[in-house]
Every structure is written in C-alpha cells, then in structure tokens.
C-alpha cells in the first residue's frame, strides 16, 4: 500500500532492477508469498514493482493440470488461466497482474520450437544455451520496462533438472546487468528436530552449495523456521554459505500470511535489498496493511462458515476464496472459522433425509459452494444447497455453485425431477438447465473456457445490487456452461431472479432466491478480485447475512 504522492528517486532510472527468488531443500517453502511481500514493502516504499513467475513444468499452463496436483488455477483480468502465486501477488500488491506474468517451460520450448520451423536460427543447432535461455532473459526483460524492481520467481527447488534452464538464465542475468541491478534470494528450510532439541542447518547449507554449483551466489537467504534463529546460528549459516550475518534473516511461521510483511521488515530484508541494489527510497510504514491486521486479530465474534467442496484434502484448492473469506470477515470484525466438508460424503445414502444433513450442517452459520468440474460430488453439493434453503441458511454458490443453486431448484421447486447440467447428463431428453456455451461442447481443453473478466448488468433492488451499490461491474469467469434462459420465467415465476445478467450475449450471471435470508449464486468467481484492504463485496454481504444467524 504505497502512500500517495510518495516517490522514489529510483524512478528516473534506467536499467530494472531484477530480484530472483529461488527456493530449496523442498517445495511450498512459501517462495511466492515472500515474493508478494517483499514486493509490498518495496510498493510502500513508492517503488513501482512488478511481478514474475517461472514455472518449469512442460504444460502450457496450469488450466489443465487437477487442483490435487497444483492446487487452485488463478485466473487474470485479461484470461489467462495462471499459477495460484499471482492471487498472491494481486492481494498483496492491490494490483492486477497480466497473462505475461506467468511463463511456463512449456510457453517458453513452444515459442522457440515454432521460431526454429521458422527458420529463424538460420539452420544453427537449436540447443537450451542459448535458445531456451535467451527466451526466457527476452520474456523477462519485456516485462520489467518501466518498472523500478522487478521479482521473479522461479518455481520448483534447486537441484530439479526441469529448473535449471531458468536458473541458468538467471545466472546470466548478473553479467547482462551488472552486479548492481540483479541479486539472488534464496528461501531455504532450517527444521526443529525434536530429538535433539535443536534447529539444524545442515539442509540450509547443503541447498546453498547446490545453488551456487550451478554458479549463483545468493545475496539474501529467507531461513523457514518454526521459532526464530539465534545469531549463533545465522552465524553458522552465513559462514557455510559464504554471506554477511545480516544477510541471513529468519523467516519464522506465522499464524497468517499477512503478517509476512511486517516480519520481513522487522528482519530488515528491505533494507539489505535497497542497498545492495543501490536504491533510495522512503522507508515503508505500512499503515493501511497493520490495520487490516489489527482488524484479524481483534476480531471477537465467531463466524463458521461450511465449504462444500470435492478437494477439501488439499486446501490450496480453495486458496482464493479462502482469501476472500478471510477479508471479509475482518472487514466485519468476525472470527472466521472454515469447515471444508467432503461434499462426496454427503452422496452417502444415509444423508439422504434432512435430519442427517443436520448433522453435518446444523452447526454453520453459512454454506458456500465454490467451482469445480466433473460429476464428482455434485449431488452432495445439491444436498447441501437444498438444506440451506429450506433451512433459511444463507448460501452462496460460485460458478459450478450457482449452475447447481440452479438445478436443485428446478428439481424440487420447480418438481423437474430429471433436471440436471448438460456437463453431467450425455444423451436422452433431460431438463438442461444448465448448458454448454455456444461452441464449447466439443472443444480442446486447453485455454479455450470463457475466460477473465466480463461486464455484469446489475438489477436495482436485489442482494447483488445492495452488495454492490452499482448497476455495471465486471467480474473474472472461467467455465463452459451457462443458465438455460428457457427458463428464465418459470424460475422468476416461482421465486428466483435474475439479478445479474451480461447484455451483450444474453448471458445470465446471478440468481438469488426471494423470501430467504441470503441465497444467491454468481456465474463468474469474485473470490479473484478480492484484497485484503478491498474485501469483495459479495463475501461481505454473505458473511453480514451469516453473522445474523451466529
């Protein structure tokens, strides 16, 4: 959160800055959020700061890939389907990323395969050095003009052999700019052994060895830790690893994320950056991000929330509109609990009755169903919807949500038994009430949904319009299939509206139920453009509504 008007005199500069953010010994080390964070710092600063990851897998994109595998897909204003580090990046930063803030292995071979049936090689052998490594320095350094830093991320641990086109280029990178305007942190893992009673480096100096072998030296190490490393420990670190004492900082666990920034700062890692890159700058305050702070950990009043999802065994799935919760619940004082439930338990025979969903149910205070694909759980997912709005809980269904806010109501309001998602149902004659979108019933899976952001009409005198306060909003979406506008009146006829609806394609974004605390359900997913100083304005409605019941 950079205070207004606040400048930097490094903005007159030339050459970008490049930070390299590394990891090691083992991967979710917490790379992309100490990206985010520093990254803050540096905006608070009155730096311009942009954002990069590198992923070394050889997809295209992650869009494909099963959240079980990569954890949820983020998906940018302008379509890209990316890694779940820009939501960092966005949430942390307050600001929106680009497609081209996430290049893949696979973007990169696919550019310099197509540039050689070109011919553009000029019959030359086309090897990883030079070819794939100057692609990557060509992606990178198009992105940093007009920027005063930019952090990039290189997905993946040091030692894997799909990452080290990218870290060679990195390596490159020093001698193309110069010592002065490149410089290597490494986020590394310093464990609790509880045997011995004691923090053992030996992983820390092993994943520096590994690094500078390939020929980095890293200029700042973030140490992940359990409890915070003494300085006779740093010492010894810093010592193995050929570095200055001050250049090794703890990065202890924290009980949230948001707090990252405060402690890097404390730990003086900003500082170390601008001066070894030789920028002046303001000191960070970071005003606004403390009083978010402060908003999380005085919240008092209990909030539980039941999530019901099919990758509940991997809450990085959700990581997105985990986020959004939590905002929102600090925009409102809250203390926020999420129960992610299994919605493939809910399919079970024996919950088939009311009085068993309780069991599982009785105790939230409100039910989101968030996007997913595939048949899987779908019917628990109904169960759940049905519950809450036969029970008066507020509900909230995103996407996929919303398709099925939509089908358990035409089943048993509107009594079309065999209503279903034309996803689920192949062949014979069923109420399709939800269908697929022109052209994508037989289609590549790669990058080809209905993607990024696209405008909403809001209708005056609904929950999207008292959640909003404005007509027109534009929201990012990611999906194949769409309500059936055939029925359209028979749904508004028997209680359920349209309150949001894209005019352009006669595309229909939300409907909420009359007559019910709070039930509504969006086409698009709201939880991307949610920050934590902007909460979005339908979690808060949501959870407002929630809190009633508390």
């Known amino acids: 959160m950079a205070q207004s008007g606040r400048k930097s005199k490094q903005s007159k ?33 009155g730096l311009k700061v942009r954002h990069l990851k590198m992923d070394p897998y050889l997809n295209i994109d992650p869009g494909t890939m099963s959240p079980f595998q990569h954890g949820e897909v983020f998906v940018t204003e302008d379509g890209a389907e990316t890694d779940l ?88 990178m020093r001698f193309d700019l110069g010592s002065e305007n490149v410089m290597y942190i490494h986020v590394t893992l310093v464990p609790y052994i509880q045997a011995a009673d004691e923090l053992k480096t030996k992983p820390t100096q092993h994943s520096v060895q590994e690094l500078r072998r390939i020929g980095i030296q890293p200029d700042i190490l973030l140490c992940r830790a359990d409890r915070e490393l003494g300085d006779d420990l740093k010492r010894k670190i810093a010592l193995f690893a050929n570095m200055e004492l001050r250049d090794v900082a703890t990065a202890r666990d924290v009980k949230s994320i948001y707090e990252l920034p405060l402690l890097l700062k404390s730990e003086g890692v900003d500082e170390r950056v601008c001066a070894k890159l030789g920028i002046k700058a303001p000191k960070a305050h970071l005003e606004d991000w403390k009083n978010f702070l402060d908003s999380l950990e005085n919240a008092d009043r209990l909030l539980r929330i039941g999530v019901i999802g099919k990758y509940v065994e991997l809450k990085e799935s959700y990581k997105s509109l985990h986020e959004a919760l939590v905002h929102a619940s600090a925009r409102l004082g809250a203390k926020l609990e999420i129960e992610y439930i299994d919605s493939e338990k809910l399919e079970h025979p024996r919950y088939a009755s009311m009085e068993a969903r309780q069991r599982v149910l009785g105790d939230v205070h409100g039910i989101l169903v968030p996007g997913g694909f595939g048949e899987r759980g779908v019917e628990g997912k109904i169960r759940a919807l049905e519950y809450g709005r036969q029970y008066s809980i507020p509900c909230f269904g995103i996407c996929l949500g ?36 022109p052209g994508q019933k037989f289609i590549h899976k790669g990058g080809s949904m209905r993607l990024g ?98």
């Open 13 to 45: 500069q030339k050459s970008p800055k490049i930070i390299f953010v590394t990891g090691g010994v083992l991967s979710s080390l917490g790379k992309g959020l100490s990206s985010a964070a520093l990254g803050l710092i540096l905006k608070d600063r």
């Open 402 to 437: 919303m398709q099925l806010m939509a089908v358990e109501f035409a089943r048993n309001v509107l009594d079309l038994k065999q209503a279903q998602s034309e996803e689920f149902k192949k062949g014979g004659k069923f109420p399709n009430v939800i269908h697929y979108l």
């Open 453 to 550: 952001a696209f405008d909403c009409t809001i209708k005056k005198s609904t929950l999207a319009y008292k959640a909003y306060k404005k007509i027109l909003v534009q929201e990012r979406h990611r999906h194949r299939l769409e309500f059936n506008n055939k029925y359209q009146k028979a749904f508004e006829k028997n209680g359920m509206q349209v309150s949001g609806m894209n005019k352009a394609h006669k595309l229909i974004e939300m409907i909420e139920l009359k007559n019910h605390p709070w039930y509504l359900g969006c086409q698009y997913h709201p939880e991307f453009k949610s920050r934590p100083t902007r909460a979005h304005p339908l979690f808060v409605e949501f959870l407002r509504a929630s809190l009633k019941i508390a």
């Open 85 to 172: 580090d820009l939501g960092h990046y966005e949430r942390f930063l307050d600001e929106n990323v680009t497609r081209g803030q996430n290049i893949t292995a696979g973007q990169i071979y696919e550019r310099v395969l197509a540039r050689e049936r070109k011919g553009d090689y000029l019959g030359g052998t086309v090897q990883v050095i030079p070819h794939v490594t100057d692609e990557i320095k060509k992606h990178l350094l198009s992105l940093a003009k007009g920027y005063d830093v930019q952090l990039v991320e290189i997905g993946g641990t040091v030692g894997d052999i799909e990452s080290l086109p990218f870290l060679e280029a990195a390596r490159q």
